[in-house]
């Protein structure tokens, strides 16, 4: 019983890591069609962010809650106008271009900060269930999460910025007839992806390894997620994490990390194969 | 009408002459070091020729070509240890990366699977193999007398021998000239290929899939050759490449393998053959000279000069050359030049 | 007209890249100036470009220390070094240039196994002499090649008993999924059994995985004495830190053939997290000998910026150094033969990590081997063993008897 407890918290903590590095990619992707190689920098940007800063004296949570997110965040504002906007419409190009500033990304970081900048310890201290402990921070994981996707659910269907962002993913020439800044919402989207980046750097900080290889490790995973979810930000990052997630974290635990992996692919890929669109090309067709 | 099969033939067949000049002279004027390194270089020409083609003119975006690069490299491996020789190993590994092709395609062609949907399941099944052939660490996983390594892979795969006197090996300068015989082979067929009438509609289903579905052709069909004999090139530069380096390991599977594949193709040039290869080599050209070089970083410029190519090049490097060239000779050469047949 | 002179062109651009390509990358022969070549093969950049600076800083600071005291044979001593970026196939070719175009005398370097069998091979066909500075799994069978670092059957051979005597029978081992990992694990378990122990569960990980609960519960589950960690690379350095937040660090002890090798672990992790692992390498900065004391101060002072971490590799490639040096001048000559005919003679050398030999029959060393405890960063040395035998190749290898053998040997233990 105890056993089963903490292997559903570990289901849900995987699909908490799904959600996480996936949600930031998917607002891009699905809003923009650009494919953000560089997302796994910019989680790794977080992750350096909370690691230099708390070095500095500032509170733990501040650096991974507002420091984390506020510092990617303005740092893809930087990328989307020196980069990305030239390359709208042009989906590989921007394949390219990413990729490029990935390497850019790693080969800086390593430069300025170093490749052993010391980490930090994981807050709270654990939980015991039965025979078994259980970091808080795992628990804490799992609240993140969700929080993250009901933000970016609430923002878009029940404010006005949400609102013109799906407009303007559905048809920018009326928004900007409507006299609305197109662009500006498409710096704002991909600020926003990026500073949802940078969360979840910050977040997996005290429970990774930073250095600068780590974001090369998660962008895989986390473009697959999204593929798989569709072009539907919430739904299909909700659906896509879920299904993945507990089923290879299921395999991980009953055969080993190896097959748990492979499981991930293989399972996305029957998913694509059903679904040729994503999950969200096909049912759920009306949600965000 | 002679002047467009003028103009069609007359760069492939300078492309041919030029690559069997340099079949000839290389191993005469170069020493040993330099052809290897040559050799490294027509080998990847290859392989980004697999995805140049289907791309650019068949439509289909791989972003997992690296599969039958990988494939052919490890069938290659395993059956030239077991075999001695390696002519029929060669064969071996381009038929099952041609079948293998033909597998894959039909789970996605057959499954409506397009743009970047089908992208992703490239890069989701060459990062199966790369998840499976990474555990084989073990001694258990043998075939024959080959072990298969796992993270490590297979070293000390046999050097291509001779297909007329298979207990031979080829000699460095004999190897360089072998692959580039395949590479110009290669190259011209694709190009009668594109030329031919199965050419034209495979290139109008990458402009238009419904019309030329409505037109009456077999869109999956077609797009179902053509991966294949992508995979087949594909998997013909992984045996070789496998050979050159004596060694295969499973990063050849990784996301960095077939990510550099499709950006030699945009850097190069999408829908043109010389471009990518031009791309390979140059960027490759380039990775090395700052291996050599004391820059703070690589990373840094490597990424900065790929961003600075997408930007300033929106086209790739080989069709941008060429316009800056053409609008040069026409500045130049008066306007009754440009009129001129070539 | 047009349309074919662009073409033209362009492709005479395409021969020009490839023919520069070709060029000699020096600007006049090295033989001519009368310099001796060292090539140095670290991974500068790249995902253990921590392990390969090191390395390769203590490399060129040999090579000053070469030529302060007058270089060899009366001639300079030169470093060319090359960054292959953690890329096999630029191992490769660098390993061809040094051979061929640089005339290397010796090359120093190859970190992973990878990377050591891409280029031995290379190195062991156009007969340039080469020095492996790597802790590695065992079983590199090769004249033409010195293996410093230590071997499973030297430190895990020392390490198990320890650990085990310290903290009980049973053991959970957890591993890297590749060559290394698979062979040490292996090794463990022998151990293990031979002193009456018992391995309760080995877990491979492959080497992207940064996930630890499943196996973390799993520990928990199976409740061992203490676990043994083969992890290595920057994604499984999470495991520490997910263990000690799931309050585990009070539970169950941790010992390692691999925390701190490169160094950089114990700059990431924190010492909370991190003090109390107990591992066992061939170097630690803290031996207390004047040879150590000594060189320790020498490297802090050449850089004391950016100091290089002080660890097995760094400190043996310093080794490598210091025994070619010796064997160049011992024989007089530059010639390779001579200079193996020197190193396999059973000299012992005093070096920073202790005494060392080279044994002939599989040129590995023969050294002392030391066992430390993680303390605020700084490694306590605990035990130290001395002319430990690399008894694990020395299964499989005798170059006395095979001089031409050029294989890399998997040691089974089955």
Known sequence: ?288 | MLRNIHKDWLGAGFVAVLGLAILIFVPVYFDLFEVLQMTKYVVLALFVLSLAYIWGFGGILSFGQAGFFGLGGYVFAVSAINMGQTTIPFLIAIALCVLFAGALGYFMFYGRLNDVYLGVVTLVVTLILYKLINHTAGPEYIIGTARLGGFNGIPSIPIMTLPWQPDQEMEPAQMFQYFMAILIAVYVLLHVLIKSKFGRVAISIRENEVRTSLLGYDVRLYKLCIFMIGGAIGGAAGAMWASYQTFVDPNIFSLEWSAKCLIWVIAGGVGTLIGPIIGVIALEYLSFQLGQTDFINNLIVLGTILILVVLLMPKGLFPTFRDIFLKLWRRRGGQGDGERPG | MTRNISRRSMLKGTAAVGAASALPMLPFSAEAAGEIIVGGLHDLSGFIDFAGIPMNQIMLMAIEEINASGGLLGKKVKGVVYDPQSNMSMYSQFATQLALKDKASVVMGGITSASRETIRPILHRFKTLYFYNTLYEGGVCDRNEITLGTTPAQTVEELVPYTMGMWGKKVYTIAADYNYGQITAAWVKRYVEQNGGEVVATDFFPLDVTNFGPTISKIQSAKPDMVMSVLVGGAHLGFYNQWAAAGMKKEIPIASTTFGAGGAEIEIIKPEVANGIVTSYGYYPSIDSPANNAWVAKVKKRYPEKTPFLTELSAFTWDGMMIWADAVRTAGSMDRMKLIEVMESGKTYNLPSGQCSIDPKTHHAIRDVYIADLQDKTFIIKKKFSQVQPADTQSVCDLVKNPNSNKHYEISLK
Request: charged fraction near 10%.
């Open chain 1, 1 to 288: 019983m105890d056993y089963s407890l903490v292997v559903a918290i570990e289901l849900l903590r995987e699909v908490a890591g799904l959600i996480l590095i996936a949600t930031g990619l998917a607002i891009v992707f699905g809003m923009m069609r650009v494919i953000n190689i560089a997302h796994g920098e910019f989680i790794m940007l977080g992750g350096y962010t909370v690691v230099l800063t708390t070095k500095q004296g500032v509170n733990i949570w501040i650096a991974i809650l507002i420091l984390a997110p506020l510092i990617v965040g303005i740092f893809g504002v930087i990328v989307e106008r020196l980069i990305i906007r030239h390359l709208y419409g042009r989906i590989i190009d921007s394949l390219l271009a990413t990729w490029g500033l990935s390497l850019f990304l790693i080969g800086f970081v390593t430069v300025v900060f170093g490749n052993t900048v010391e980490g930090v310890t994981t807050p709270f201290s654990a939980i015991a269930i039965g025979g078994y402990t259980v970091s808080i921070y795992t628990l804490f994981l799992i609240f993140a999460a969700m929080a993250v996707i009901a933000s970016v659910y609430l923002t878009l269907r029940h404010t006005k910025a949400g609102l013109i962002a799906r407009a303007t993913m559905q048809n920018p020439d009326m928004v900007e007839t409507l006299g609305i800044n197109s662009k500006l919402v498409y710096m704002a989207t991909f600020g926003i992806g990026a500073a949802f980046a940078g969360l979840a750097g910050g977040l997996l900080a005290p429970i990774s390894g930073v250095v600068p290889s780590m974001g090369a490790l998660l962008i895989g995973k986390a473009f697959i997620t999204v593929v798989t979810g569709g072009t539907a930000v919430v739904a299909g990052t909700l659906s896509a994490s879920s299904i993945l997630g507990s089923i290879s974290q299921s395999v991980t635990f009953i055969f080993g990390p190896v097959f748990g992996d492979a499981t991930l692919l293989f399972v996305a890929l029957i998913l694509l194969r059903l679904l040729p669109q994503g999950i969200t090309g096909r049912i759920f067709t009306r949600s965000v």
